[in-house]
């Protein structure tokens, strides 16, 4: 697989983990194109990576969970050859449980985090495997391991994130495109206040520097893994979970009910 030299399409680039990858990707020399909803905020970062690096950096301010704004990004990602990575990136937690938080939050969430990122990657992957090349980053969470300790709506989002990348890497694959699903711990970003949460009264040894969790993504995707967990020091744990869901594969679906399943029929 060719390591993707072209430009890179960032989805919330305006902070965080998004603006960190603009950082280190236009360090590495590829042009960006940077996708959030704050147009003056991109700009400010666009200029400052132009100026730091001589990379060309063009924003596309988007709502990716309005339909119009979403098409167009998928429009440029479609149409512009020079577009080799997409860091598919943009997501929000939406605060409360399911019967107590707001609906349309709720909402709004898998719209930004399930759908939004599903027709990027579908358009990327089109393209992409058109021309036999380029980069799927996802960037999912540990919470899709971990429903007990996130709210119900982002751990269902962001595993679906993890299921939906582990396939479509089985899809695109052969046609020499690259995926990756990146799967953060708490990272120190605007998220946790977005969502009305305050991250420093975590532990501060679970919490990761934003910095720090980008250059270890881009480790394990310069090492051509499909999953990333920056946090997890033995890749083992990892495999050995991924071996114990592979292992319930032949009795996933059969003929017959279980054992313990079968009622007796009344005379
Ligand atoms: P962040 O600093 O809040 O960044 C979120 C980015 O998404 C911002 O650039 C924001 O920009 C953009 N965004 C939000 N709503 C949008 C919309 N409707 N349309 C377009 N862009 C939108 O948070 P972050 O931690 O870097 O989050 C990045 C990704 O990492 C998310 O997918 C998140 O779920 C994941 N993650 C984070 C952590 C963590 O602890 N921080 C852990 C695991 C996974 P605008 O407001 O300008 O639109």
Not at 81 to 98: D, F
Not at 175 to 204: H, K
Not at 248 to 260: E, K, M, T, V, W
């Amino acid at each position: 697989m060719k390591t993707p030299k072209g430009a890179a399409l960032i989805t919330g680039a305006s902070s965080g983990i998004g603006a960190t990858y603009a950082d280190r990707l236009a360090r590495r020399g590829h042009d960006l194109i940077l996708v959030a909803r704050d147009k003056a905020r991109l700009e400010t970062l666009a200029a400052k990576l132009r100026a730091d690096t001589g990379v060309a950096v063009d924003v596309l301010a988007a709502d990716l969970t309005d339909r119009a704004d979403r098409l167009a990004v998928e429009q440029r990602l479609a149409t512009d050859e020079r577009i080799e990575i997409l860091i598919n990136n943009a997501g929000v937690a939406a605060p409360g449980t399911v019967a107590e938080g707001d609906l349309d939050r709720l909402e709004a969430m898998i719209a930004l985090n399930v759908t939004a990122v599903s027709r990027l990657a579908a358009v990327a992957a089109r393209a992409f495997s058109a021309r036999a090349t380029g980069a799927i980053v996802n960037i999912a969470s540990v919470l899709a391991l971990a429903p007990e300790i996130s709210g119900a709506g982002y751990t269902g989002t962001k595993g679906y994130v993890l299921n939906f990348t582990q396939k479509l890497a089985l899809e695109v694959g052969a046609a020499g495109v690259q995926v990756q699903a990146v799967l953060p711990g708490a990272t120190y970003t605007e998220i946790w206040e977005r969502a009305g949460q305050d991250v420093t009264q975590f532990p501060a040894s679970m919490v990761m520097g934003v910095d720090e969790m980008v250059d270890a993504a881009l480790a394990g995707f310069d090492r051509g893994e499909l999953i990333t967990i920056p946090s997890l020091p033995d890749p083992a744990d990892w495999e050995a979970f991924n071996a114990a869901r592979l292992a319930l594969g032949p009795n996933l679906s059969r003929d017959h009910a279980a054992a313990r399943y079968k009622v007796l029929t009344p005379a």
